[in-house]
Structures are given as C-alpha cells and as structure tokens.
C-alpha cells in the first residue's frame, strides 16, 4: 500500500524558518516525481513545488520561489520541504503528493502537516 | 499562469441526483485536465485525469467530458459519500493550478 507521511509542521513566528519532511513507503520512491502542494485554513489547493525522480529538475511556485527548497533522499525514500522566511500567508497544511504521467496529475497524497506562522 | 475557474462554487443536491460541475481554463489546455475530491479534514483524492479516464478504484458514476478550456465533471447518480468538495487542476503548464472548488452540499 502506498503510504506518505508528512511530519516537521508547527507554529514559526514569521522570518522563521522550518523543514517538512515525508516518508514514503510501498512503492518504489526512486522512480517517481514528488511534489508539495498546500491548503490555507478554508481556502483551495496551491501547488508549490516539484522535484523530477530523473534529474532532479525542480520548480516552484512563484510565491515561494527563494525562499523554499525541495529536495529528495532516494536511499531514505523522503522528500522534504526547506522553508525559510517564512510569511503569515504560508500559513496552511502541507501534503506531499506522487505524481503521474510526467507529474501532470497526484494519485497518492499524504494526510499533510499544519504549518502555522504567527507571531 | 494559467487561471482555473469552477461553476458553482457551491451546489445543493439531494441523494440520487445527477450534478455536474463545470471548470473553464483561461487558455487552451487541451486534455490535461484532473479532478479531485476533498472530503473535510482529509487529503484530495483523484477521481478523473486526462480530462476523461477514470482512476482506478473511482465509481462508474464519476465521469469527465470536455477539451481546451471548458470542462464537466458529472456525477451520474448522487451517492452519501459524495457530499465534498470537487477540484480541477490543469497540468498543461508547469506551473499547475487549480480551480477555487466547488462545494456539493445536501439540499
């Protein structure tokens, strides 16, 4: 079964910084496309960022452009999520998600971590 | 980047009603197209993509017409389980978007 597991969210005061992490399980991690994706309290789905499984290509949001990361450890199966500066509009839950068909489209997402920034 | 935009934003149904959910691009994203549903609380859940095929495990009762910039999502025959809140998300562009949701509540 596959299974993503989102952990590392918590309350930053703003220009603080934090690291995400997800732990995937049942599926060969190496071979996929990863992506981070959030949702502020009440409000839609924004994509943030991708890395490629291939080459390590990666994209972000215009919003978090310079002042995330996303990278991937194939031998630990994670994907994580450096978030630095961070702003009180970051303020949402973060779910990894697996991407399909050349990272068009999330068939596994994981039950996301809350990241709260306030002071 | 591509503008997502759903009609309605909320939609009131009762069991065993058909619905249809409508999502328009700003700009030609031929088929690359997915719908999601998002129960309160949990994770999305992919129901549709390429516009029309159906993920495995999803009810017949899901389907996905359209191309280019105007899109349905039908419910054929409204079930309990369906009361959510529905998705598009366009991946014609690296930058991927999705609409602002819509809202199936009960009637």
């Known amino acids: 079964e596959v299974q993503l597991v989102e952990s590392g969210g918590g309350l930053v005061k703003p220009g603080g910084s934090l690291r995400l992490s997800c732990a995937a399980s049942g599926f060969t991690f190496s071979i996929y496309d990863m992506n981070w994706v959030r949702q502020a309290p009440g409000k839609g789905l924004e994509w943030v960022s991708y890395?490629?499984?291939?080459?390590?290509?990666?994209t972000y949001a215009d919003s978090v452009k310079g002042r995330f990361t996303i990278s991937r450890d194939n031998a630990q199966n994670s994907l994580y999520l450096q978030m630095n500066s961070l702003r009180a509009e970051d303020t949402a839950v973060y779910y990894c998600?697996?991407?399909?068909?050349?990272?068009?489209?999330?068939?596994?997402w994981g039950q996301g971590t809350l990241v709260t920034v306030s002071s | 980047d591509i503008q997502m935009t759903q009609s309605p934003s909320t939609l009131s149904a009762s069991v065993g009603d058909r619905v249809s959910i409508t999502c328009r691009a700003s700009?030609?994203?031929?088929?690359?197209l997915a719908w999601y549903q998002q129960k309160p609380g949990k994770a999305p859940k992919v129901l549709i993509y390429k516009a029309s095929s159906l993920e495995s495990g999803v009810p017949s009762r899901f389907s996905g017409t359209g191309s280019g910039t105007e899109f349905t999502l039908t419910i054929g025959s409204l079930q309990p389980d369906d009361f959510a809140t529905y998705y598009c998300q366009q991946y014609d562009s690296y930058s991927r978007t999705f609409g602002q949701g819509t809202k199936v509540e009960f009637k």
């Open positions: 700009q030609s994203i031929s088929s690359w």
């Open positions: 890395i490629s499984y291939r080459n390590g290509f990666i």
């Open positions: 998600a697996r991407g399909r068909d050349s990272n068009g489209w999330y068939d596994h």
